[in-house]
């Protein structure tokens, strides 16, 4: 049974910087497209980046460009989220997943948390001002 586990949130004041950890179990996932997401009670899961295989394209949410950035370690079989420069509106519970096949293929698809099929428990991110 395959699993994601995520670590590394906790509570920062703004302007730190934090770095997500997703490790998978029970599947290889270094060809598999991966995402984060993040998302506040009462609201809808928001995308914040994926990455198509490890060392492939990827791809950011508006909010989070230039800022935020994606890395895997194929050895490790793990997913990394570095988040700098943190601000409280960044404050919420990150997730990651999975996308298995057949893969997303379009922008669109990729944003969509119902295009996912494996995913962490979250771990909470709180930014203080």
């Known amino acids: 049974q395959a699993q994601l586990v995520e670590s590394g949130g906790g509570l920062v004041q703004a302007g730190d910087t934090l770095t997500l950890s997703c490790t998978a179990s029970?599947?290889?996932?270094?060809?598999?497209?991966m995402a984060w997401f993040r998302q506040n009670a009462g609201k809808r899961r928001e995308f914040v980046g994926r990455?198509?295989?490890?060392?492939?394209?990827?791809y950011y949410a508006d909010s989070v460009k230039g800022r935020f950035a994606i890395t895997r370690d194929n050895a490790a079989n793990t997913m990394y989220l570095r988040m700098p420069r943190l601000e409280p509106g960044d404050t919420a519970i990150y997730y990651c997943?999975?996308?298995?096949?057949?893969?997303?293929?379009?922008?669109?698809?990729?944003?969509?948390?119902?295009?996912?099929?494996?995913w962490g428990q979250g771990t909470q991110v709180t930014v203080s001002s």
């Open positions: 997943a999975a996308d298995l096949p057949p893969y997303s293929d379009n922008w669109a698809a990729y944003q969509r948390a119902s295009q996912y099929d494996l």
């Open positions: 029970g599947r290889t996932l270094s060809s598999d497209p």
């Open positions: 990455m198509n295989w490890s060392g492939g394209p990827t």
